[in-house]
Each structure stands twice: as structure tokens, then as C-alpha cells.
């Protein structure tokens, strides 16, 4: 079997809760090549903004849906990636399509089922980037399935989740009261994992924190997620005012040793994201242990291949995983997926379901059930997803 053409197709992906909001101040509503920052003379929250660290904020998600064809007519693959933003992580939606100008032409001819081989060769031919590869190597998990006629999640080591998995719902950062509000609504709908986007004034941090802990139940797990947005010296100050409130804290700072100094002087559990992006980050983090959760997100691995490898890992060390993306539609969300239902039980800590947060579909998956907080695999061979072509236009990348 051989790869004969590649087709990118962007769509825009606009939010339920409106804009996305991080950081510093910065907000943007559209991504694609250009960034709008938004600046209010009174409200630093728009309520249809996602906001989090550094005062970050997104309405639209830029999201590229990736077609790989075959030599057979009855095996296509789909894959997509979306990432947050140009300043989030080295990432960002124009580059993904640059990136795929530059690395596709090198991948006609190869065979989309020997997924070693091929991540070798798009290593081979352009170092890094590794969002740019992850679609691809997801598109050509889904060719795998469809020619086996099993399921990506058999392929990668079977249901360890019969029930589902659980997801966790992010919450955007805004005054304290509108947080408590956004999780209720979401604990009223079946969540029971929160994810508050911080990263602000310590001082509004540690209040929307106590805030929102509140509203929970016993069984109910709340993440304060900074997005790296503190400094060491407001870290310390936001774990040591809540070190009895039985949270999780999340990426407080910037680098991996700031990380590890906050991990030292505080009992809560501690979670990492921003820092790990490769085996090697995971072994050092392990020999300091310093993540007790750590956040493996398939576009920075490069894709499926890998991020099934830092798994694997994390499952010999004893380390538990959230599993997701960046950011993603429905066939990003079904990988994550057929991913997360790998993961032992115990060391399963929480799931994203990006589908659930966009008005527009990039796809749709097949047979999956959301219940109690938890959600189900997608049915069929592959990824048991097809893009919404009505929704994505016109192919604006082909390459054959």
C-alpha cells in the first residue's frame, strides 16, 4: 500500500462559552495567521471570552483536518490538530499547513501502515515541528485500523476502560463567581474533574480557588491549572494558602526547575504539562518526582506513535496521565480517545472531550456514549470518524 495524495482542509471552530482567555492580559478571538488582542478599559473578562494565564483568551479555534489516500479507494485516513494559539507552546495553525507544504511531498510513495518507518522518514525530513507531523501519523493510525478491520484502540493495546473514561472540564478564568458558575453548569451536566484556568494575581487565585471548592463534592477532583502564568514567588504564595483545600496543582511556572522548587515545598499533588514533551522529560521529572500527573497531549508527542510510547513509559513508572491535545474537533477528540482507553484504570486521571466545546463539527465519531462524567470509545475501524465536509469547504493544501 502506498500514500498517493494529502489533503489539508482548514476550518474555524468557535467556542460553546465564547472566546478563550489566558495570561497576562492577552486575548484572541480568531486564530489563523493573525492575532487579535483585546483590551477592555474596565472588565478584563469578556463572558464569552476562554480566558487563562497571562490574560490569554481565544474565541475561535483554527483547527486542520488532514486527509491521507491510498492506492485503495477504500482506504482513506483522517487526522487533525489544532493548536492554541501562536503563543501557547512553538506551535501554530498557519505553520501546521507551511509545515505540511514542506513535509508532504517526502511521504508519497510510503506506506501509511509501517507508522515506524514513517515517523523516521518525516523525522528525517524536517527536524521538530511536531505538530506539523501528528495529523499525518493520526490519519495513518485510522488507514491501519481500516485495513485490519479493528479499531485504533486494538491496535494500540485494547480497552483497559469498558466504561468509559473520565473528562475533565476546563474552566475559564474570570471573577470568582462566574468560575463557581461555569462549574456548576458542567457538574450539573455529568463532570465531576475541573480544570480552573488561573495563572492571574495570586491574590484573585487563591479566592477563586476556595470559591469554586465550595460548590464540590467529596468525590469531585478541582485543578489549579497557572498555564506556567506565576511566578516561584507567587506560586509558594497560592500552595501554602490552600494546602488544606484538597486540590491539584497544575504547571505553576514557566520552567521545569521552577516547577520542581514549587513540587518541594508543597504536599498537594502536583501536575505538569507545559515542560513534558518527550520520554527524556518524562525520565527526568520521574528521577525527581516531581509530576504525580502529568499531561501527555498527542500533537507534541508528534502523534499517536509516540504518544503511545510516553504511555507505555508512564505505565512502567506509575505515573498517572491525563491524556489529550492542545486543542482539537471530533477527530482530535476521537484519537484522544482510542488513547486514553489504554491507560490502566488507576493510573487514568482525566480526559479531554474537545468536541463538546465547539458550536462547529470538524467530524463526526460513531457509537460514542457520554454518561456519569465518562465517555465511551468511538465504534468501527480506525478512529470510527468522518470529517463534516460541509463544514470544511474546499481542500486548501493537495499534494500528489
Sequence with gaps: MKITKIEAYQVDLPLVDGDYCWADGK?????????????TDNDRYNL??????DGKSVSVYDSTVVVV????DSYVGYGEV????????????????????????????????????????????????PYVKSAIDMACWDILGKVSNLPVNSLLGGNMNPNGVIMYRAISQGTPES???????????????FQLKLGGDPSEDIQRIKTCKKILDRKDVLICDANTGWTLHDALRVVNAVKDDDVYIEQPCKTYRECLSVKKNTNLPFVL???????HSILQQASDNCGDVINIKISKFGG?????????????????????????????????????????????????????????KSGNMNGVSFQNGRMTLPTGPGLGVVPEWTNLGEAIIVIN
Excluded at 486575548?27 to 483590551?39: I, K, L, R
Excluded at 512553538?90 to 515517523?119: C, F, H, M
Aim: with cysteine.
Design 304 to 360: 499517536l506513535t509516540k504518544a503511545k510510547l510516553a504511555i507505555e513509559l508512564c505505565m512502567e513508572l506509575g505515573i498517572a496521565m491525563t491524556v489529550e491535545d492542545t486543542w482539537g474537533g471530533d477527530i482530535t477528540t476521537a484519537a484522544i480517545l482510542h488513547l486514553s482507553h489504554i491507560v490502566a484504570p488507576k493510573l487514568q486521571f482525566t480526559v479531554t472531550d474537545f468536541n463538546s466545546y465547539n458550536k462547529v
Design 48 to 53: 464569552y471570552d476562554y480566558c487563562w494565564a
Design 273 to 279: 504539562d507545559e515542560v513534558i514533551d518527550d520520554v
Design 27 to 39: 486575548s484572541v478571538s480568531v486564530y489563523d495567521s493573525t492575532v487579535v488582542v483585546v483590551f
Design 69 to 72: 489516500y491510498t492506492d485503495s
Design 82 to 129: 489544532v493548536p492554541l494559539g501562536p503563543n501557547y507552546l512553538a506551535s501554530y495553525a498557519a505553520g501546521v499547513r507551511a509545515g505540511l507544504k514542506e513535509l508532504g511531498p517526502k511521504l508519497i510513495g510510503l506506506d501509511p501502515t509501517q507508522l515506524k518507518v514513517l515517523n523516521a522518514e518525516m523525522d528525517y525530513h524536517l527536524k521538530g515541528h
Design 179 to 193: 468560575m463557581a458558575a461555569l462549574v456548576q453548569k458542567y457538574k450539573d451536566q455529568g463532570y465531576s474533574r
